[in-house]
């Protein structure tokens, strides 16, 4: 009877486990959905959330990093102050470097002061001779008068250099020069006679990026297309329209009136006669025309010798 009644009850068994491995199969399903939305819940979560158990040492964190961003960009002219003196020093000595045509045209126009056609022709010549030069140099640092220029032909449509002359100096072969040149300089220059720093050791400063490279394509680099246009125009006014300007008529001035007399000051206002009045003191002197001897060159003080004649002594 035992084994008939087991044998009735296997299909209700049967049954039952497939119920619950249908049960057990949807779960699954249900739980293979992404719950990223609850995930980004969690987040804004406080009460047993990440954020309540590291928020103190996030703070100090942040107040440590922006407290030191702070310092590394706006006090770095004062913790840096070698360095940025340095590359102020390196900025300026590059605005010293630029060319200025007034010096040598000056000469020039004293060497050749005639004008009559020839002269003038030279003179002219040399003008645009120094100002192509100069647009040549700073056509190699300057990306302004690069996107200006940039071809060396745009030189003849500007004016500044002609036909004959571009092909002139198209011919120079300089190839080969420069290609020996670069090796033998090169000889030297990879000489790697200081050890290179460790890696970890080094520390980028933002000090001085501008400054390092004043003739870039920001508003506050050197304008040298202002300062070229500036040089044609006042290189050609010396050496064309200066020289054919009539001179003053020479008249009898003040001093030529009295160039035979005495050279009397130049007046003073009110003012600066209070301050002409205290003359330069002489403190120390040794005597002139005396021997040679060490004990005549002693010194004294000028109250007790205004009779003798003196000499600074330095």
Same mark, same amino acid.
């Given at each position: ?9 296997? &299909? ?7 119920? /619950? ?19 980004? +819940? ?7 959330? @990440?954020? $309540? ?21 706006? +006090?770095? !002219? ?25 010096? *040598? ?16 022709? $030279? ?7 120094? %100002? ?20 060396? /032909? ?45 890696? +970890?050791?080094?520390? !980028?400063?933002?000090? +001085?990026? !501008?400054?390092?490279? &004043?003739?870039? @394509?920001?508003?506050?680099? *050197? ?7 500036? %040089? *044609? ?6 050496? %064309? ?10 008249? !009898? ?13 130049? &007046?003073?206002?009110?003012?600066? $006669? ?5 003359? &330069? ?13 060490? %004990? ?15 000499? *600074?002594?330095?």
């Amino acid at each position: 009877m035992m084994i008939e009644d087991r044998i009735r009850q296997l &299909p209700s068994q049967l049954e039952n486990r497939q119920n /619950s491995s249908q049960r057990d199969s949807s779960s699954r399903a249900e739980m293979t959905i992404s719950y990223s939305g609850n995930f980004c +819940g969690l987040l804004l979560r406080w009460k047993g959330s @990440l954020w $309540r158990s590291v928020w103190k040492e996030l703070l100090i964190y942040l107040v440590m990093y922006y407290s030191i961003r702070v310092f590394y960009l706006i +006090g770095i !002219d004062y913790i840096f102050e070698d360095d940025d003196d340095r590359d102020k020093y390196r900025w300026w000595r590059q605005f010293e470097c630029l060319s200025w045509p007034e010096d *040598i045209l000056s000469m020039l126009c004293t060497v050749i002061h005639a004008n009559d056609e020839t002269s003038q022709r $030279r003179r002219h010549m040399i003008a645009r001779y120094i %100002n192509l030069s100069t647009a040549l140099a700073w056509r190699d640092i300057s990306k302004k008068i690069r996107l200006r220029f940039p071809n060396v /032909s745009n030189f003849v449509e500007a004016g500044l250099l002609t036909e004959k002359e571009y092909e002139a100096l198209e011919n120079i072969n300089v190839a080969a020069l420069a290609t020996y040149a670069f090796f033998f300089f090169a000889l030297f220059g990879r000489q790697n006679l200081i050890p290179e720093m460790k890696a +970890g050791k080094e520390i !980028d400063l933002m000090v +001085g990026q !501008d400054l390092m490279r &004043p003739f870039g @394509l920001d508003d506050d680099d *050197i304008e040298l297309n202002y300062i070229l246009d500036r %040089n *044609i125009a006042t290189s050609f006014a010396i050496v %064309n329209r200066l020289q054919l300007m009539n001179l003053p008529e020479l008249e !009898d001035d003040h001093f030529w009136k009295h160039k035979e007399g005495k050279i009397e000051p130049l &007046p003073h206002t009110i003012y600066s $006669r209070e301050l002409a009045e205290h003359r &330069p003191k002489l403190h120390s002197y040794v005597r002139v025309g005396a021997s040679e001897d060490t %004990n005549s060159h002693s010194l004294a003080s000028c109250i007790s010798n205004d009779k003798e004649k003196r000499h *600074i002594n330095w």
